[in-house]
Protein backbone atom coordinates (compact mmCIF):
# COMPACT_ATOMS: atom_id res chain seq x y z
CA UNK A 1 0.00 0.00 0.00
CA UNK A 2 1.36 3.30 -0.90
CA UNK A 3 0.57 6.08 1.60
CA UNK A 4 0.93 10.13 -0.07
CA UNK A 5 -0.03 13.36 1.44
CA UNK A 6 -1.08 15.79 -0.08
CA UNK A 7 -1.37 18.56 2.07
CA UNK A 8 0.39 18.72 5.72
CA UNK A 9 -0.92 21.23 7.90
CA UNK A 10 1.89 21.51 11.14
CA UNK A 11 1.89 24.13 14.21
CA UNK A 12 3.47 24.46 17.30
CA UNK A 13 1.62 23.42 20.69
CA UNK A 14 2.67 26.44 23.30
CA UNK A 15 2.35 26.89 26.80
CA UNK A 16 0.25 29.30 28.56
CA UNK A 17 3.76 31.62 28.69
CA UNK A 18 3.67 30.59 25.15
CA UNK A 19 7.07 28.45 24.46
CA UNK A 20 6.84 25.73 22.26
CA UNK A 21 5.96 22.48 24.07
CA UNK A 22 5.37 20.35 20.84
CA UNK A 23 4.50 20.36 17.35
CA UNK A 24 1.34 19.25 15.92
CA UNK A 25 0.49 18.20 12.62
CA UNK A 26 -2.13 17.07 10.62
CA UNK A 27 -2.37 14.91 6.96
CA UNK A 28 -4.44 15.29 3.95
CA UNK A 29 -7.43 17.36 4.44
CA UNK A 30 -10.87 15.29 3.24
CA UNK A 31 -12.81 15.74 1.22
CA UNK A 32 -11.25 18.51 -0.34
CA UNK A 33 -7.19 17.46 -0.17
CA UNK A 34 -6.42 20.71 1.11
CA UNK A 35 -6.46 22.52 3.89
CA UNK A 36 -7.65 26.67 3.82
CA UNK A 37 -7.49 29.40 6.57
CA UNK A 38 -10.27 28.50 8.80
CA UNK A 39 -8.84 25.21 8.80
CA UNK A 40 -5.33 26.71 10.43
CA UNK A 41 -7.70 29.18 12.91
CA UNK A 42 -9.47 25.86 14.02
CA UNK A 43 -6.09 24.05 14.63
CA UNK A 44 -4.42 26.81 16.13
CA UNK A 45 -7.24 27.33 18.39
CA UNK A 46 -7.40 23.79 18.94
CA UNK A 47 -4.14 23.33 19.73
CA UNK A 48 -4.45 26.35 22.60
CA UNK A 49 -6.27 23.83 24.80
CA UNK A 50 -4.28 21.05 23.95
CA UNK A 51 -1.06 22.75 24.98
CA UNK A 52 -2.32 23.64 28.44
CA UNK A 53 -4.05 20.44 28.95
CA UNK A 54 -0.45 19.14 28.26
CA UNK A 55 1.06 21.79 30.63
CA UNK A 56 -1.56 20.85 33.09
CA UNK A 57 -0.35 16.98 33.02
CA UNK A 58 2.80 17.70 33.42
CA UNK A 59 2.76 19.73 36.04
CA UNK A 60 0.77 17.14 38.00
CA UNK A 61 3.51 14.71 36.94
CA UNK A 62 5.83 16.63 38.79
CA UNK A 63 3.77 17.52 41.50
CA UNK A 64 3.20 13.64 42.44
CA UNK A 65 6.85 13.19 41.63
CA UNK A 66 7.98 16.09 44.51
CA UNK A 67 5.08 14.50 47.05
CA UNK A 68 6.48 11.15 47.07
CA UNK A 69 9.94 12.40 47.63
CA UNK A 70 7.76 14.27 50.43
CA UNK A 71 6.27 11.31 51.69
CA UNK A 72 9.77 9.73 51.47
CA UNK A 73 11.50 12.03 53.50
CA UNK A 74 8.58 12.28 55.80
CA UNK A 75 9.19 8.37 56.48
CA UNK A 76 12.93 9.31 57.07
CA UNK A 77 12.43 11.72 59.72
CA UNK A 78 9.54 9.26 61.16
CA UNK A 79 12.13 6.42 61.13
CA UNK A 80 15.30 8.20 62.74
CA UNK A 81 13.19 9.89 65.24
CA UNK A 82 12.39 5.70 65.85
CA UNK A 83 16.16 4.55 66.08
CA UNK A 84 17.48 7.33 68.04
CA UNK A 85 18.34 4.80 71.01
CA UNK A 86 20.53 2.86 68.69
CA UNK A 87 23.44 4.23 66.82
CA UNK A 88 24.64 1.76 64.72
CA UNK A 89 20.62 0.84 63.71
CA UNK A 90 20.19 4.60 63.40
CA UNK A 91 23.04 4.91 60.73
CA UNK A 92 22.34 1.56 58.89
CA UNK A 93 18.92 3.25 58.21
CA UNK A 94 19.94 6.71 57.50
CA UNK A 95 22.19 5.00 54.93
CA UNK A 96 19.51 2.24 53.38
CA UNK A 97 17.24 4.93 53.06
CA UNK A 98 19.74 7.44 51.11
CA UNK A 99 20.40 4.45 48.64
CA UNK A 100 16.68 4.07 48.13
CA UNK A 101 15.84 7.80 48.08
CA UNK A 102 18.38 8.44 46.13
CA UNK A 103 18.88 5.30 43.66
CA UNK A 104 22.44 4.68 44.31
CA UNK A 105 25.16 1.87 44.46
CA UNK A 106 27.14 3.32 47.56
CA UNK A 107 26.55 5.08 50.56
CA UNK A 108 28.68 6.24 53.25
CA UNK A 109 28.35 8.68 56.37
CA UNK A 110 31.30 9.89 58.26
CA UNK A 111 30.90 10.36 62.13
CA UNK A 112 33.32 12.56 64.41
CA UNK A 113 33.97 11.53 67.77
CA UNK A 114 34.31 15.19 70.07
CA UNK A 115 35.56 13.80 72.90
CA UNK A 116 38.67 12.02 71.00
CA UNK A 117 38.44 14.10 67.55
CA UNK A 118 38.40 11.23 65.87
CA UNK A 119 36.48 10.51 62.48
CA UNK A 120 35.32 6.95 61.84
CA UNK A 121 33.36 5.99 58.51
CA UNK A 122 30.33 3.70 57.80
CA UNK A 123 29.73 2.37 54.61
CA UNK A 124 26.71 0.65 53.34
CA UNK A 125 28.21 -2.02 50.72
CA UNK A 126 26.10 -1.99 47.51
CA UNK A 127 23.84 -5.09 47.53
CA UNK A 128 25.49 -7.27 45.32
CA UNK A 129 27.89 -8.14 48.30
CA UNK A 130 25.74 -9.13 50.52
CA UNK A 131 26.13 -11.89 52.03
CA UNK A 132 23.70 -14.32 51.82
CA UNK A 133 21.07 -11.27 51.49
CA UNK A 134 22.54 -9.82 54.71
CA UNK A 135 23.37 -5.84 53.73
CA UNK A 136 27.35 -5.38 54.50
CA UNK A 137 27.94 -2.44 57.19
CA UNK A 138 31.26 -1.64 57.10
CA UNK A 139 33.38 0.38 59.41
CA UNK A 140 36.69 2.21 59.05
CA UNK A 141 38.94 4.06 61.55
CA UNK A 142 40.01 7.51 59.66
CA UNK A 143 41.95 8.27 62.61
CA UNK A 144 42.69 11.44 64.12
CA UNK A 145 41.55 14.78 62.59
Given at each position: ??Y??N ?11 G ?6 Q????R ?14 R??T?CG???Q??Q ?5 V ?6 QIL ?5 SI ?6 L ?6 I??E ?6 C????V??L?LD?C????V???P?H?SIN?T??L?M ?6
Open positions: MDRAAVLCMPICNYEDVIGVAIINKPSGEFDAHDAELFQYLFIGVNALFEVSLEYKRNLNLARFEEQNNECLVSKMRAQGLLKERCAYLDCEAVSYLAKLGVLLHFLGPI
